[in-house]
Nanobody
């Protein structure tokens, strides 16, 4: 069992930055791929960034490439999402998710989810 707890969301002006954190319980964090999803009101939950358990070749949605960076610290059982040059369209609830080894773009392939953290970008 893995429990995930996000933090770091908030209100920021367009062009600003936020860093989201997702802290995981358990001793097998390093064996899990981690994904960051977001969902805006009335929209589907989409994968924003993901990283496999090995940490190599992270995935980024086209809409965030060059602005967001996913990273993980296995010693701290934590995955991060650094978000720079934020835009109003980045406003959403951001949730981290975990699945064994390899990331997936599909919501239903993740076994564990955090409760989410709200990110609001004002124009």
């Amino acid at each position: 069992q893995v429990q995930l707890v996000e933090s770091g969301g908030g209100l920021v002006q367009a062009g600003g930055s936020l860093r989201l954190s997702c802290a995981a319980s358990g001793r097998t964090f390093s064996s899990y791929a981690m994904g960051w999803f977001r969902q805006a009101p009335g929209k589907e939950r989409d994968l924003v960034a993901a990283m496999s358990s090995s940490g190599g070749n992270p995935y980024y949605a086209d809409s965030v490439k060059g602005r967001f960076t996913i990273s993980r610290d296995n010693a701290k059982n934590t995955v991060y999402l650094q978000m720079n040059s934020l835009k109003p369209e980045d406003t959403a609830v951001y949730r981290c998710a975990a699945r064994p080894r390899f990331w997936s773009r599909y919501v239903d392939q993740y076994n564990y989810w955090g409760q989410g953290t709200q990110v609001t970008v004002s124009s």
